[in-house]
């Protein structure tokens, strides 16, 4: 069985978006998990402030 050429360049840049289009996907679940790690911590430290702020002013 034989493809014409422009359908295998087609599909050839069809299978490179589609990679493209997974890397970015798997990048943007890796940005994502960091910022709520990120915003986990800074609602910690945010506690830890407030608390510290409660036991200087008693």
Do not use: W, Y
């Amino acid at each position: 069985m034989t493809f014409p050429l422009d359908r295998l360049a087609s599909t050839r840049a069809e299978d490179k978006a589609a990679t493209s289009r997974a890397a970015v996907h798997q990048r943007t679940d890796q940005l994502v998990d960091r910022v709520g790690h990120v915003e986990a911590s800074v609602a910690t430290i945010g506690e830890d402030v407030a608390e510290m702020f409660v036991a200087a002013s008693s």
